[in-house]
């Protein structure tokens, strides 16, 4: 029985066709049009209807790529299912390099959105509508905030034996936090629908990271050969299973003033031990940041500049230590060429 067309907005792909499309999101003040650019990769052969989706927050940047990326993969010319690639689906933010819609509202705490509703959530209804309500898998990539990098890794709502768990035991990076759902997130509104969804954090905004755009396009591969939307042999080899946090916490700046960091991003770190230093211009008044917990720092800030009560590191807390370690450790090992510790 030949397959089904796929049907999108206005738009047929028919079986073994790819088509891209540009789904009409609003006008600029010019009266310009703009539009989420979107592909559509439908397969010969039934499937799930996967979608891979980067720069929610339009300065996140890394997701572009790797979505670009995956695209490219010769192994999605002979998928099974439906790949839908969106590589910026916040394109006002994007345009202008910030995080957020011209509003100031945060496009990813607007879900289910409204079509009458103000901008951030008429574009969270149309992406809604036309684009997610299709998916029955999302990985959605995003990077750490303006001036902060994140070690790569997973947020997702885990339950033992589900099918989240099974998609982020495929994607492969070192670290994995059950994240709570946060309303109006994308992730929240998919899974409260049934939909697994993984949130896939690494690198910095404004930046192409390769150590974390090289891990991301293995990811997402990884979890369409593990949904079985991919076939052949995986080439690399397997990844070192993940390590799974059972809670994170943020050490911050004791004092205004200048850091001096003394731990690199992916670092192994004891409770209280000295993360960094800030001291004022002159070196008169200095304070001591501490690592509230034993971990390893999966985030932390680019930017010297602090002020008292700014969140500097993010540390992950592991029940095996030297296992979350050891995953760190080879993940690290595994790039070409490696990073200096993500920093």
Not at 33 to 53: A, S
Not at 259 to 268: Q, S, T
Not at 281 to 307: C, H, K, T, Y
């Amino acid at each position: 029985m030949a397959r089904a067309p796929f049907q999108l907005g206005e738009h047929t792909i028919m079986p073994g066709q790819r088509l891209q499309v540009d789904v009409p999101v609003a006008r600029l003040y010019t009266h310009t049009p703009l539009h989420i650019p979107v592909e559509v990769v439908h397969g010969r052969k039934d499937g799930p209807v996967m979608l891979v989706c980067g720069g929610i927050h339009g300065d996140e940047i890394n997701g572009v790529e790797i979505v670009r990326r995956v695209l490219r993969a010769k192994a999605i010319n002979s998928i099974r299912g439906t790949l839908i690639a969106v590589p910026v689906v916040n394109v006002f933010g994007f345009l202008q390099q910030t995080r957020y819609l011209p509003d100031r509202r945060d496009l990813n705490r607007c879900f289910p959105g409204s079509e009458s509703g103000s901008l951030g959530g008429r574009i969270a209804a149309l992406f809604r509508e036309q684009i997610v309500d299709y998916a029955t898998h999302i990985i959605d990539l995003h990077t750490g905030a303006i001036h902060r990098t994140n070690l790569p890794q997973i947020r997702a709502q885990l339950r033992p034996g589900s099918e989240t768990e099974r998609m982020a035991d495929a994607f492969g990076a070192p670290v994995v936090l059950n994240a709570e759902l946060r309303e109006g997130s994308l992730r929240h509104y998919a899974q409260t629908r049934g939909i697994p969804v993984l949130t896939y954090e690494a690198g910095e905004a404004l930046r192409f990271d390769e150590w974390a755009i090289a891990p991301g396009v293995r990811g997402v591969l990884r979890v369409m050969r593990r949904l079985g939307m991919l076939t052949g042999e995986q080439r690399r080899r397997t990844p070192a299973p993940a390590e799974l946090a059972n809670g994170s916490s943020w050490a911050r700046a004791p004092i205004d003033g200048i850091l001096r960091p003394k731990v690199r991003l992916g670092a192994r770190v004891a409770k209280g031990e000295v993360l960094g230093k800030v001291a004022d211009p002159f070196g008169n008044d200095e304070g001591e940041v501490r690592a509230v917990a034993d971990g390893i720092v999966i985030g932390m800030s680019r930017l010297p500049l602090a002020n008292e009560g700014e969140a500097l590191f993010h540390i992950a807390r592991f029940d095996e230590i030297e296992e979350a370690e050891t995953a760190v450790e080879s993940f690290n090992s595994s790039l070409v060429p490696p990073p200096d510790s993500f920093y």
